[in-house]
């Protein structure tokens, strides 16, 4: 099993064609408009204050702020899509309940996509969130256990771990033997 999100019915389908199995040639997005609504929901709520921004054509600035409108207009249309309910007003006026919430929405809207490694390091969530236990169904369960298959199980022989290094990857030995200008990041090793 895995996602089928960005899968086409006829992949790997053997009867569409005598040679036999083929993908169906997609396009592939750098990025979503889903993506850029919640990044600008993110932005608007971090906000302190008003700030004015040139516009992009020189013409003038633009003055931007923390605006509950705004946030709403942009997850609204991502919310509604997925065929569920805009957040209720006491999530958008607080700055944390919404900052929680879009982490959340992201998680979800952007699964599989290649987004959650980079956003936790982002948000300096990794510490917590890749040191927590990998929980999965107990396969060990019997015909009469079955009421109870999908309650979590910590799986020990995946063990989690992330320390501060993490954050930045190491240089290749290789490379710093190149540049000897340059160092390696905290926390990794040296060649020398």
């Known amino acids: 099993m895995g996602i089928k999100k960005y899968v086409n019915p006829l992949d790997a389908d053997f009867r569409s064609t005598p040679e036999g199995a083929y993908n169906v040639p997609k396009t592939e997005p750098a990025i979503r408009y889903a993506e850029v609504l919640l990044i600008y ?105 079955r009421e109870i298959f999908h309650t979590p199980v910590i799986i020990a022989s995946l063990p989690t771990i992330f320390v501060k290094k993490m954050y930045l990857w190491p240089i290749p030995h290789e490379e710093l033997r190149r540049n000897v200008r340059l160092t390696q990041n905290p926390g990794w090793t040296t060649p020398y």
């Open 41 to 145: 929901a993110e932005a608007l709520n971090e906000l302190t204050g008003a700030h004015n921004v040139p516009s992009y054509d020189g013409s003038g600035s633009i003055s931007v702020s923390r605006d509950v409108n705004e946030m709403s207009k942009a997850i609204s249309q991502i919310r509604i899509r997925g065929g569920v309910p805009d957040y209720e007003n006491t999530v958008y006026a607080s700055k944390d309940l919404l900052r929680k919430s879009i982490k959340r929405e992201r998680q979800i809207e952007l699964l599989g996509e290649n987004h959650r490694y980079f956003d936790l390091r982002r948000w300096k969530d990794a510490p917590v969130e890749e040191a927590t236990p990998v929980t999965g169904c107990n396969m060990d369960m019997t015909e009469n256990q």
